[in-house]
């Protein structure tokens, strides 16, 4: 079954501290990841996806995220994190075709210590 | 700019109500989805749509319906309000053919009483 597995519900890191949120995946295809970030109260922000090729994409606000096949992994790294970074992450893996459904884990929510 | 918006942010409904939530998007997208984010359960799909007037169930479609008139816009709709369907909404589009990623709303967040 195709599925995301977020494995942390809470993380808690200190300001300037380094984060790195884990997503791994259960898909039957080729996947297509996509990070995302939520803030309070707010729809969905795309941080980041990764189709092919480099295996360690960048994306916006400094985040980078690594693809490891052989792990079934898509984690999300910041090497220093903001107070504004509080938020909740989401990891997803979708089709490039057909209905381009998606599957999201179920999030991680980052709280950051001043 | 990629816009979807949302026709409420903070909607109230009593049980049994006939509630409407509506999505537009300004990008010409084929593909439209609604969404709905309950804590510890990330998003689970609703209904999809890929076309005017085509529709598709998602993963948890019991007491919602939708609409698709038009391209731009998509309406969840609960027929009969039900406490349980307390919870945030959230519309998202993607244009079909190539790899894109989906656009989402600001969501809606509805309290059924």
């Known amino acids: 079954a195709q599925s995301v597995t977020q494995p942390d519900i809470h993380i808690t890191v200190s300001e300037g501290a380094s984060l790195e949120l884990r997503c791994n995946y259960s898909?039957?295809?080729?996947?297509?990841l996509f990070w995302y970030v939520q803030s309070p109260g707010q729809g969905l922000q795309l941080l980041l996806k990764y189709f092919s090729g480099d295996t360690l994409v960048q994306g916006i606000k400094g985040f980078e995220a690594e693809f490891k096949r052989s792990q079934s992994s898509f984690n999300l790294r910041k090497p220093s994190v903001h107070w504004s970074d509080a938020a909740e992450y989401f990891c997803?893996?979708?089709?490039?075709?057909?209905?381009?459904?998606?599957?999201f884990g179920t999030g991680t929510r980052l709280k950051v210590l001043a | 700019d990629v816009k979807v918006t949302q026709s409420s942010r903070y909607l109230v409904k009593r049980t049994g109500e006939k509630v409407f939530l509506e999505c537009v998007q300004d990008m010409d997208h084929e593909n439209m989805f609604w969404y709905r984010q309950d804590p510890g359960l990330g998003l689970r799909l609703i209904y999809f749509?890929?076309?005017?007037?085509?529709?598709e169930k998602g993963d948890i479609p019991e007491g919602y319906s939708v609409s698709r008139e038009k391209k731009e816009r998509f309406s969840l709709i609960l027929e009969s309000a039900s406490t349980n369907q307390t919870s945030m909404y959230l519309c998202?589009?993607?244009?079909?053919?190539?790899?894109?990623?989906?656009?989402f709303g600001p969501g809606t967040r509805l309290t059924v009483l």
């Open positions: 749509s890929y076309d005017v007037k085509m529709k």
């Open positions: 998202a589009s993607i244009l079909a053919g190539g790899i894109n990623e989906q656009f």
């Open positions: 898909y039957g295809a080729t996947p297509y």
């Open positions: 997803a893996v979708g089709a490039a075709s057909g209905t381009y459904k998606y599957i």
